[in-house]
């Protein structure tokens, strides 16, 4: 677990609100819905990306589920790219099944007080999210015992010490 200054990281994504169950069922399908949309405008995926949004009571979560892309090659289509924004990050690589991620993402998370950092906070519809919280998928997914798996870095913007 690190922290890291990141880019800006242009990205197409597809709002979908799911359940913590749902999630790794339906991503797969929206991830591949939003590379044929790009496809068909001569767009390459460049990074599949997970955004969290929102948590809400009873396990459901606001995410936009897409790929990072280069803005450049938009340019003329009726698609528009939104932005992770740059800053300092707190991040950790997993390598592994996807359904660790949880477990990853809480001992992140449990590593802030000790580090001293804080997350970026943004006043939402839904009350105070996190301001840019996102999982990175580093390679194309591989079946494994648990389940699909591969290289992932969650992201979770914090603020300036």
Same mark, same amino acid.
């Given at each position: 677990?690190?922290?890291?200054? =990141? $880019? &800006?990281?242009? %990205?197409?994504? !597809?709002?979908? /609100?799911?359940?913590?169950? #749902? @999630?790794?069922?339906?991503?797969?399908?929206?991830?591949?819905r939003?590379?044929?949309?790009?496809a068909?405008?001569?767009?390459a995926?460049?990074?599949?990306?997970?955004r969290?949004?929102?948590?809400?009571?009873?396990?459901?979560?606001?995410?936009?589920?897409?790929?990072?892309v280069?803005?450049?090659e938009?340019e003329?289509?009726?698609?528009?790219?939104?932005? =992770? $924004? &740059?800053?300092? %990050?707190?991040? !950790?690589h997993? /390598?592994?099944?996807?359904? #660790? @991620?949880?477990?990853?993402?809480?001992?992140?998370?449990?590593?802030w007080?000790?580090?001293?950092?804080?997350?970026?906070?943004?006043?939402?519809?839904?009350?105070?999210?996190?301001?840019?919280?996102?999982?990175?998928?580093?390679?194309?997914?591989r079946?494994?015992?648990?389940?699909?798996?591969?290289?992932?870095?969650?992201?979770?913007?914090?603020?300036?010490?």
């Open positions: 677990m690190t922290t890291t200054h =990141l $880019p &800006a990281r242009p %990205y197409v994504g !597809v709002p979908m /609100e799911v359940t913590l169950e #749902e @999630l790794p069922r339906l991503v797969g399908e929206a991830f591949d939003v590379a044929t949309m790009l068909a405008y001569g767009t995926p460049r990074g599949a990306v997970i969290y949004i929102a948590f809400r009571p009873g396990d459901v979560v606001d995410i936009e589920v897409g790929h990072l280069d803005p450049a938009l003329g289509a009726p698609i528009e790219a939104d932005v =992770l $924004p &740059a800053g300092v %990050y707190s991040v !950790v997993h /390598e592994g099944p996807y359904a #660790e @991620l949880g477990e990853v993402t809480a001992r992140l998370m449990d590593s007080p000790e580090a001293g950092l804080v997350p970026a906070m943004a006043h939402t519809t839904t009350g105070d999210d996190y301001a840019s919280w996102y999982e990175l998928y580093l390679d194309m997914p079946p494994g015992p648990r389940g699909p798996e591969g290289a992932v870095e969650v992201c979770v913007l914090v603020l300036p010490a």
